[in-house]
């Protein structure tokens, strides 16, 4: 017999843990450090993969899954195609947020900031640390473009297996974007939806300043 979906009654009540502005780091750096430390520990699917938004030219979000590659104090990094779609968006509008949902930890952060490219050595050094099936594939995929069915792909891919074997050079098309924060919030779900929501903003000199939300 099929059961009948209520989406309106799927609810969760969160109290797992909580954050204050007392016990958050003083950087958001370390904060996102110790949340991703946690994320690890707890042996979640897939912590490293986050929400990349991007927005286009005529103002419409758009948004994918990408993984990071890299955290500092300069920023969060990912790779990817360069003239994808979302590399597009990016050279036109270099803005971006990235989201996390670490949903067994209640755990949402969610990252505002510039995006830029990462330098030609540092893309060279994360290209050919990748398996090499991964950077032959980064040549055989026009990533975003249409394509008229799948031999096509596996075609291109042979043909650069064949020119390159095991030691394809980096795609000129294909790297990373680092996103240098201005804001980064930490959200923590409460029970009855009095969510802990902590906020850092960037301040003119470098620093942050801390601010709670409500929920
Ligand atoms: C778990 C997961 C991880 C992914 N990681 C990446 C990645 O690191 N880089 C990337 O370019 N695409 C990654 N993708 C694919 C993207 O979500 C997306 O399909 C692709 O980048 C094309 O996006 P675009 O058309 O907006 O440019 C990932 C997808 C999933 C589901």
């Known amino acids: 017999m099929t059961q009948t979906l209520s989406l309106a009654d799927l609810r969760k009540n969160y109290a797992l843990g909580s954050l204050s502005e007392t016990d958050v780091a003083s950087s958001p750096f370390d904060q996102f450090r110790l949340w991703f430390e946690q994320a690890l520990a707890a042996r979640l699917a897939e912590p490293n993969a986050m929400t990349l938004a991007t927005v286009t030219p005529d103002g419409r979000p758009d948004a994918r899954i990408v993984l990071i590659k890299g955290a500092d104090e300069r920023g969060f990094t990912f790779f990817t195609n360069y003239e994808s779609r979302k590399g597009q968006e990016l ?99 409460r029970e009855s939806r009095l969510h802990d929501r902590i906020k850092f903003f960037r301040l003119a000199d470098g620093g942050w300043r801390v601010a709670r939300l409500s929920p």
């Open 91 to 189: 050279a036109a509008t270099p803005y971006g947020c990235l989201l996390f949902h670490w949903i067994e930890l209640e755990r949402q952060v969610r990252i505002e900031g510039r995006v830029e490219k990462v330098s030609a050595e540092e893309s060279d050094a994360y290209y050919h640390s990748r398996p090499v099936g991964s950077r032959l594939g980064a040549w055989a995929s026009v990533q975003s473009a249409e394509v008229a069915d799948r031999t096509i792909i596996e075609q291109r891919e042979a043909e650069f297996r064949r020119q390159f074997g095991d030691a394809p050079p980096r795609p000129p098309h294909w790297g990373g974007y680092r996103l240098a924060p201005d804001a980064i919030e930490f959200w923590q779900g």
